[in-house]
């Protein structure tokens, strides 16, 4: 088993743990926003499930059904990620709007609860930094979703610590802060399930990375032999970068010395991007053209 799959299932075990934890005391001191928290986590918890899975399709090798591998399978968690974390925002949110208008009665905070939500944080910046630094390494979107989701994760135990803290400290008259906490949960879970989604569509509509094609280009140009390079198109899948490039060459040249510029075109673009996968095509520059012989 790879570090991927690894850290995704360390990930399903810690935020299972966070999960009860967090609505057992949810529960017990009748705190919305720490509720609210517990049902994110729980969210988490088949967000890590999904991410797992989508792991161990995506490492499979391409076969005569998916030429271009199975990369695009973490793309789709990272989109069924996202809309799970808007339907358990809108959930929280509704309850969260019930019971400012109800006047629900204050939570009780105890010290094990912030306790709870104390190590919850410890936890995920743990978890957040060993998956970003997976994310980088492998490329993955799927390892991605998972670092955000746990960074996002610190940012609501630590507004759900505040207003816990200010109900323990003010007592009943500022119960209200923590209604205004789990809303401000719902605000922030909104908006990481917007971006996520956003990421996950340009990837599923082959949208090219900002700044690839400039950057290949000026590299492809400067290989000897190539008078100038007509076509790039980049599409990402999962970890893989597949890349299409066609240059222009001396139209007098043998095959065999076109296909000698074309070698040295890939080895210019893999030192560049070792994980690219990459076809060149091969033109001749037109005669006349300032790319061609005059």
């Given at each position: 088993?790879?570090?991927?799959?690894?850290?995704?299932?360390?990930?399903?075990?810690?935020?299972?743990?966070?999960?009860?934890?967090?609505?057992?005391?949810?529960?017990?001191?009748?705190?919305?926003?720490?509720?609210?928290?517990?049902?994110?986590?729980?969210?988490?918890?088949?967000?890590?499930?999904?991410?797992?899975l989508?792991?161990?399709?995506?490492?499979?090798?391409?076969?005569?059904?998916?030429?271009?591998?199975?990369?695009?399978?973490?793309?789709?968690?990272m989109?069924?990620?996202?809309?799970?974390?808007?339907?358990?925002?809108?959930?929280?949110?509704?309850?969260?709007?019930?019971?400012?208008?109800?006047?629900?009665?204050?939570?009780?905070?105890?010290?094990?609860?912030?306790?709870?939500?104390?190590?919850?944080?410890?936890?995920?910046?743990?978890?957040?930094?060993?998956?970003?630094?997976?994310?980088?390494?492998?490329a993955?979107?799927?390892?991605?979703?998972?670092?955000?989701?746990?960074?996002?994760?610190?940012?609501?135990?630590?507004?759900?610590?505040?207003?816990?803290?200010?109900?323990?400290?003010?007592?009943?008259?500022?119960s209200?802060?923590?209604?205004?906490?789990?809303?401000?949960?719902?605000?922030?879970?909104?908006?990481?399930?917007?971006?996520?989604?956003?990421?996950?569509?340009?990837?599923?509509?082959d949208?090219?990375?900002?700044?690839?094609?400039?950057?290949?280009?000026?590299?492809?140009q400067?290989?000897?032999?190539?008078?100038?390079?007509?076509?790039i198109?980049?599409?990402?899948?999962?970890?893989?970068?597949?890349?299409?490039?066609?240059?222009?060459?001396?139209?007098?040249?043998?095959?065999?010395?076109?296909?000698?510029?074309?070698?040295?075109?890939?080895?210019?673009?893999?030192?560049?991007?070792?994980?690219?996968?990459?076809t060149?095509?091969?033109?001749?520059?037109?005669?006349?053209?300032?790319?061609?012989?005059?």
């Amino acid at each position: 088993m790879g570090e991927k799959q690894k850290l995704a299932q360390t990930s399903v075990g810690a935020s299972f743990i966070l999960m009860l934890l967090k609505l057992v005391f949810g529960i017990l001191t009748g705190s919305l926003a720490l509720l609210s928290d517990g049902i994110h986590s729980a969210l988490d918890v088949t967000a890590s499930l999904i991410t797992w899975l989508a792991l161990r399709i995506s490492d499979r090798p391409a076969d005569a059904e998916h030429n271009y591998g199975h990369g695009k399978v973490e793309s789709l968690s990272m989109f069924g990620e996202s809309i799970l974390m808007f339907l358990a925002a809108c959930a929280i949110g509704w309850d969260a709007v019930d019971s400012l208008l109800h006047s629900a009665p204050p939570p009780r905070v105890s010290l094990w609860a912030l306790a709870v939500v104390a190590a919850a944080i410890a936890i995920d910046l743990w978890r957040s930094r060993r998956m970003a630094g997976a994310a980088k390494r492998y490329a993955s979107p799927a390892l991605h979703a998972d670092a955000l989701h746990f960074s996002t994760d610190m940012l609501i135990s630590g507004v759900v610590l505040v207003s816990l803290l200010a109900v323990r400290l003010g007592g009943a008259a500022w119960s209200m802060l923590d209604r205004i906490g789990a809303l401000i949960v719902v605000a922030v879970m909104i908006g990481v399930a917007f971006s996520l989604a956003r990421k996950a569509v340009d990837v599923l509509m082959d949208r090219a990375p900002v700044g690839s094609d400039a950057a290949l280009m000026d590299r492809i140009q400067v290989v000897p032999g190539v008078r100038g390079v007509l076509r790039i198109r980049v599409r990402q899948s999962g970890p893989q970068r597949f890349l299409d490039a066609t240059i222009a060459v001396d139209p007098w040249i043998s095959m065999q010395a076109g296909h000698r510029i074309a070698t040295r075109v890939e080895h210019a673009v893999r030192d560049h991007d070792p994980g690219v996968d990459l076809t060149v095509h091969v033109e001749p520059a037109a005669t006349g053209d300032p790319a061609g012989r005059a």
